[in-house]
């Protein structure tokens, strides 16, 4: 077990103004950013960090939502991180989110919710690496 995850603020996060407060709730809860950037991602490198979905329905609308506008995405470090973030965004369907997540304050719907955590210790280093060169990792 690693104690790194990957997150991205989605565009419908950033498009409400809620980066400032989703990134309070991710310092209070202890984790350390080592690794952050704004981008605006193309539909082709949206579609290429969600290959693992391209047989899924909702592929296309997923790549076209998360390059409307810019993500935040984020190196963070905690004990058991990738476990620990996913208790604190909360399922991926809002509805069914717990209190007090992310996702539960937030999201608006299971498409368009907020933010992203990755979902086991390999994809978090194969998703921070997409994003970050060993030179921008702290
Ligand atoms: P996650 O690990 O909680 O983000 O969930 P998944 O890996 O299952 O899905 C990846 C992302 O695809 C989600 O965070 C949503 O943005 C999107 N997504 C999941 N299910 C649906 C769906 O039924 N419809 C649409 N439009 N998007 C979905």
Known sequence: ???RTFTMIKPDATEKGHIGAILKIIDEAGFRIV???IILLSASKAGEFYEVHKERPFYGELVEFMSRGPITAAILEKDNAVDEFRK????TNPAQAAD????????????????HG????E???????FFF??????
């Open 88 to 91: 604190l965004i909360g399922a």
């Open 1 to 3: 077990m690693t104690n």
């Open 123 to 129: 994809n978090a280093r194969i998703e921070g690496d």
């Open 118 to 121: 990755s979902d086991s210790d």
């Open 35 to 37: 690794a952050m950037k």
């Open 133 to 138: 060169s060993k030179l921008e990792q702290f």
């Open 100 to 115: 007090g997540t992310i996702r539960k304050l937030f999201a608006a719907s299971i498409s368009e919710n907020a933010i």
